[in-house]
C-alpha cells in the first residue's frame, strides 16, 4: 500500500511553496533509512506534484494520544526514544526537520514510528570547525566546560567538553517556521 501525497502546483507557486516541495521530495529520496517515511517515487502532471510514499496502518502520534488521554510512563519512554533516533538520522543527512510535533510521527503497523513531513526542513552544513582553535576559544570552551560541571556535578568532563564542543560548533537556522 502507498500514501499519495498531491499538491495542486499553482498553489504551491501562489504560496511560495515551491522550495518547500523540492526540500521535502530531496531529504525523502536522500533518507534510506527505518526511521523517515519511504518516498516510493515523485511525478508530475499539468496541474499537479506527486509523492507517492509507504502507508503506515497506525496512523499519527497526536492520534493515539488522543485515544489514550495519557501515555504509560513505558509507551512514552519508547516513543520518546524512536523519535530522538528519527531526529538523529534527519541531522545525520544535515537537515533540521523544523515541524516536529505528534502529528508527523507516523506508527506502522509494527509499532514503530517515522518521522514525516518535511516541508519545512532545512539542509545545513554542519561541519567540525578546525583543529586551530585560538587561546580565547579554548578558555571560552574550558569555562562552559566548567559551567556544566558545576550545574550538574554528575555531568563528568567529557561529557562537559563534549556539551561545550557542541556550541561552539553549532550553526543557526535564522528563522521561525513551523506549527504554534
Known amino acids: 500500500m502507498v500514501a499519495i501525497k498531491k499538491m495542486k502546483k499553482s498553489e504551491m507557486i501562489f504560496k511560495n511553496q515551491v522550495a518547500h516541495v523540492r526540500a521535502e521530495r530531496d531529504i525523502l529520496a536522500l533518507a534510506n533509512n527505518p526511521w523517515i517515511v519511504e518516498l516510493k517515487c515523485s511525478f508530475q502532471d499539468e496541474n499537479y506534484l506527486y509523492l507517492v510514499m509507504e502507508y503506515l496502518q497506525g496512523g499519527d502520534l497526536m492520534t493515539l494520544l488522543m485515544e489514550k488521554d495519557i501515555l504509560s510512563e513505558d509507551m512514552s519512554r519508547f516513543y520518546i526514544a524512536e523519535t530522538i533516533l528519527a531526529i538523529e538520522s534527519v541531522h545525520n543527512l544535515n537537515y533540521i526537520h523544523r515541524d516536529l510535533k505528534p502529528d508527523n ?16 526542513c532545512k539542509h545545513v552544513e554542519i561541519k567540525p570547525k578546525s ?9 571560552d570552551l574550558s569555562n562552559i566546560a566548567k559551567e556544566s560541571v558545576a550545574r550538574n556535578p554528575n555531568l563528568g568532563r567529557v561529557q562537559a567538553n563534549k556539551r561545550a564542543e557542541y556550541v561552539r560548533n553549532r550553526q543557526l537556522a535564522f528563522s521561525t517556521v513551523g506549527t504554534p
Request: proline share 0%; hydrophobic share 35%; charged share 30%.
Open 105 to 120: 510521527l507516523i506508527i506502522g503497523k509494527d509499532g514503530h514510528i517515522k518521522l514525516s513531513d518535511f516541508g519545512l
Open 131 to 139: 583543529e586551530n582553535v585560538n587561546e580565547q576559544m579554548r578558555n
